[in-house]
C-alpha cells in the first residue's frame, strides 16, 4: 500500500522504516523536520515516564529497549548502568519485566538523604545523532521526509495514513485528551561521566543526568500544561544546582545550550486503527509522554501490524 506516516520525531521515523521494510510504500509528511520536533529535544534515556497503560507500555519498551540496544554504533546508542533514586523506600517499577539487570542500589551507596535506588542498563540515544541516521535508512530505501503542514489528516495522500503525530494530533485527530507537559534541559560540556542518574523528586522536580559521548543532557521539569518554549533562566538554574548536587563532577561544566520541549501526554498511549472522514483507513500511535525514545520501536512493531491487519 501507500502509506503516509504524518510526523517527523522518533515515532514517525521509525513507523516509516518498520512500514518500508514490511513492503509498503511509505512517505512523510511533517509540519518540521525532525531534529526541530520534541524528539530532539529528549535527553532519550530508555524509561517507561509518563506512558499508560502498564502492561503494553511494558511490551513496548522491552521491544525498544531489545531493538535499540542491537543498533549500529553509527545509530549514536550506547548502553549505560546507571541509578535512579527514592526519597522513600519503593517496590520495584510495573515494568520491571522490561529489565533484565534490574537490581537494588546497596544502602552503603546512597547519596545522603536518598533511602532507595535502582540500578540498570539502558540505551542512552543521542538524537542529534540518531533522527539523522533514521533520515538516512529512510532515503536508502526511497522513503522521502516532506516538511508540509497539515490542517487536517485527510490531506495526506496515500492509501492509508498512520497519525504520528505527537502533540499536533490535538488538532489533527481532534483529540482534546493530549496535554502538553514541558520539559526544558541543559546541555553541557562531557566531564567524564558514563553513568546516567535519574532522580524524581515530588510532581514536577524531575532531575536527571544523561551523559553522552561528547555532551551530557542535565533536566529537567515537568510541567503540565505550559507551552512555551522559550528557556526559563529560574529553571535552567534550577537544574544546574540540582544535577551538580547529585553529580558534583558538573561543577563548572561548561553549557552549550538551552533547550525546552513539549512532551505529549495522555490518559493511554493511542495505538489503534480507525476511519478517516474520507473512508481511509488511520493507524494512530501517539501520545507517548516523556517516552517517545522508549516506545518507539515497540510499537512500530503494532503499527505494521495494524495496517497489514487490514
Do not use: N
Request: charged content about 20%.
Amino acid at each position: 500500500m501507500r502509506v503516509a506516516v504524518v510526523g517527523a520525531g522518533i515515532a514517525g521515523l521509525t513507523s516509516a522504516l518498520r512500514l518500508s521494510e514490511a513492503g509498503h510504500r511509505v512517505q512523510v509528511i511533517a509540519a518540521a523536520p525532525p531534529l526541530r520536533t520534541t524528539s530532539a529535544v529528549a535527553a532519550a534515556l530508555w524509561y517507561p515516564y509518563r506512558a499508560l497503560p502498564e502492561r503494553e507500555v511494558t511490551r513496548w519498551a522491552a521491544a525498544g529497549r531489545t531493538a535499540l540496544a542491537a543498533l549500529e554504533p553509527a545509530a549514536g546508542v550506547v548502553l549505560r548502568r546507571g541509578r535512579e533514586l527514592f526519597r522513600t523506600p519503593t517496590p520495584d517499577p510495573w515494568w520491571r519485566d522490561a529489565v533484565p539487570d534490574l537490581e537494588r542500589v546497596p544502602p552503603r551507596e546512597l547519596p545522603p538523604g536518598w533511602a532507595d535506588g535502582l540500578r540498570l542498563t539502558a540505551p542512552v540515544v543521542d538524537m542529534g545523532v540518531h533522527l539523522p541516521w533514521l533520515v538516512g535508512l529512510l532515503a536508502q530505501r526511497g522513503v522521502p521526509v516532506r516538511v508540509q503542514p497539515l490542517t487536517a489528516l485527510e490531506q495526506a495522500r496515500g492509501d492509508l495514513v498512520v497519525d504520528c503525530a505527537g502533540l499536533g494530533a490535538r488538532e489533527l485527530a481532534g483529540d482534546a485528551s493530549l496535554q502538553a507537559v514541558r520539559g526544558q534541559v541543559v546541555v553541557v560540556e562531557q566531564v567524564g561521566l558514563t553513568e546516567w542518574l535519574l532522580a524524581q523528586d515530588g510532581p514536577v522536580a524531575l532531575t536527571y543526568v544523561v551523559p553522552r559521548e561528547r555532551t551530557v543532557v542535565l533536566g529537567g521539569v515537568a510541567e503540565e500544561g505550559r507551552e512555551d518554549l522559550a528557556p526559563d533562566p529560574a529553571t535552567a538554574r534550577s537544574v544546574l544546582d540540582r544535577c551538580t548536587a547529585l553529580v558534583p563532577e558538573l561543577a563548572g561544566a561548561r553549557v552549550l545550550e538551552h533547550k525546552v520541549g513539549l512532551r505529549p501526554a495522555r490518559p493511554s498511549v493511542r495505538l489503534e486503527a480507525g476511519r478517516l472522514a474520507d473512508g481511509r483507513r488511520v493507524v494512530h500511535d501517539y501520545g507517548h509522554g516523556g517516552a517517545g525514545v522508549t516506545l518507539a520501536y515497540g510499537c512500530a512493531l503494532d503499527v505494521v501490524a495494524l495496517v497489514d491487519g487490514g
